[in-house]
């Protein structure tokens, strides 16, 4: 399955949230500055692809073993990125 660029950073952005605490979807809303229907739609396509959990209870989202694999490579990859960057003189 390849996921397209917006669905991962979604996930990362889950598990970046999730180290700080339980994650909502307005929390999702907050930190990526998007609309709510738009993440809503995301969180389900997400939920669709078995890379995410929503508890019907609490709302919370949590990420599948599937979906923290491909987090963990998008937020390794991104810091790897940053500190190259970094490292040539970019802010």
Known sequence: MRLLQSGEDYLE????????????SIDIVNELNYSKPSVSIALKKLRNEQLIEVCDKTGNV???EKGR???????????????????????
């Open 69 to 91: 694999e491909i987090a963990i490579e998008v937020y390794e990859r991104h810091k790897i990125i940053s500190s190259a960057l970094m490292m040539i003189g970019v802010e």
């Open 13 to 24: 952005t889950i598990l970046i949230l999730s180290k700080k605490g339980h994650v909502r």
């Open 62 to 64: 949590t990420l599948t």
